[in-house]
């Protein structure tokens, strides 16, 4: 039997982020991953998943010490252009409105889990265990008891849900869950393009939804997130490359010229997910097994690594004021800060799924003159990209600047 201070499930991203946050606060964790461990080799980055960082998530990895590797293998992109198909309307941001080096990264979600398993390597207070399954979860009013199926047994004060979308803490804990389908499917891809993308991340917004091309580290490759009606994806992922990249040009006008496919397509099924309650006894859940929104604005993992360094936060002050640090009435307090935060996302995607996708006339016109409108007003323009670098809202202390 294994004694700890926190166990977390999940070796995502954010359950890897915390593991490396609470090890700096001197807490003994130990981080259970039913997959393996992310490769510890120098090889290049496939840029297979990507996600675009903004500055808040900048601040975090350059407070865990791994930003200067991940920047180099991203793509700080300078410029952001949004238009519609067939309409006048369109809105472009610039860093340098912003006052800014860049207005976010595009960066490889496995170099990422790469990066912080190689500092976790480092730290003594943290056990890993990839590749098992966990047979039983239970929580006792002084500790949580997990067992995995090698038979190891870990008690904990803490236990934390980071096991992403489908998560086993989280319907163990019988935590209800609020969803509705999107009835999107989102299609990723590398793509290589004649013309150089200039470090511009590009979103159309099309009838059936937003197709994405992301900048990546070669000025000619970007990476696509094309989101569509499930049907429509359907027949795009049934297409041969051929017909598939005619399709990428039609729906681009061909803005990057003529490109070329150059890894598999990947669909994935878009779901809005809440869960109604985020904590029970002393389990609490981050990121996507909490929450998990469109990708249309690229701010899921943003938001995911946000609430862990909340989540972090107060741990911390309760290990500071010598309290119990999987007191229920913190992980309430954590609760209450993070789901407003994650609400106003929901909110927010949801308010630009439907305006973007409404069909009649009028709705399209007040779309364009909106989009024009906001274009020429460079205060308003800075509010809704403030929120988007996130550089507003009520942030961690741990990356305010
Ligand atoms: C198409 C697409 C594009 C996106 N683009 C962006 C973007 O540009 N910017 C952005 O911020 N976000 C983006 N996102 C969202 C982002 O990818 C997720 O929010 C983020 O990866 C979630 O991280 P996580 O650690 O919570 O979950 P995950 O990355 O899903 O990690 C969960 C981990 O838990 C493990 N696990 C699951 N069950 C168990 C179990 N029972 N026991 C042990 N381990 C378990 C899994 O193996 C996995 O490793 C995008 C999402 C999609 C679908």
């Given at each position: 039997m294994q004694n700890t201070d926190v166990t977390i499930v999940g070796g995502g991203s954010a359950g890897l982020t915390l593991a490396l946050l609470l090890a700096r606060q001197q807490l003994r964790v130990v981080l259970v991953e039913k997959g393996p461990a992310p490769s510890l080799t120098d090889a290049a980055p496939d840029y297979q998943r990507v996600s675009a960082l903004n500055m808040a998530s900048r601040s975090l990895f350059q407070q865990l010490g791994i930003w200067p590797q991940l920047l180099a293998g991203a793509a700080a992109y300078t410029d952001m252009q949004v238009w519609e198909a067939d309409s006048f309307a369109k809105i472009g941001f610039t860093a340098a409105e912003q006052q800014?080096?860049?207005?976010g990264y595009i960066c490889d979600n496995e170099h990422i889990r790469q990066l912080l398993f190689s500092q976790l390597q480092?730290?003594?207070?943290v056990q890993c265990y990839f590749d098992v399954a966990i047979s039983q979860l239970k929580q006792g009013e002084r500790d949580v008891m997990l067992q995995l199926d090698n038979s190891e047994l870990i008690l904990s004060q803490l236990l934390v849900g980071a096991d992403g979308v489908n998560s086993f803490v989280r319907q163990q804990m019988q935590l209800p869950l609020t969803h509705w389908d999107y009835q999107h499917t989102a299609i990723v891809a590398k793509i290589r393009c004649a013309e150089p993308h200039q470090l511009t991340a590009r979103q159309v917004f099309l009838p059936s939804g937003p197709l994405a091309l992301l900048p990546l580290p070669d000025s000619n490759l970007c990476s696509i997130v094309w989101s569509a009606e499930t049907n429509e994806a359907e027949r795009l992922m049934a297409l041969d490359d051929t017909a598939f990249v005619q399709a990428l040009c039609a729906a681009t006008q061909a803005v990057l010229g003529p490109v070329e496919l150059c890894s598999q397509r990947q669909a994935f099924g878009l779901t809005m997910r809440y869960a109604s309650r985020w904590q029970r006894g002393r389990v609490v859940l981050v990121a996507d097994a909490a929450h998990s929104i469109h990708p249309l604005a690229g701010q899921g993992m943003n938001l995911g690594l946000m609430d862990v360094a909340a989540l972090a936060q107060l741990i911390g002050a309760q290990q500071a004021a010598g309290?119990?640090?999987?007191?229920n009435p913190m992980l309430r307090r954590y609760e209450r800060w993070r789901k407003a935060e994650a609400q106003s996302m929901i909110v927010a995607m949801e308010a630009f799924k439907r305006g973007f996708t409404a069909k009649p006339p009028l709705a399209k016109l007040l779309r364009g003159l909106g989009l024009v409108a906001t274009d020429r007003l460079p205060w308003l323009k800075q509010q809704l990209m403030a929120h988007a670098l996130g550089l507003k809202g009520d942030l961690p202390e741990l990356v305010k600047n």
């Open positions: 800014l080096e860049a207005l480092q730290c003594s207070n309290e119990d640090i999987g007191a």
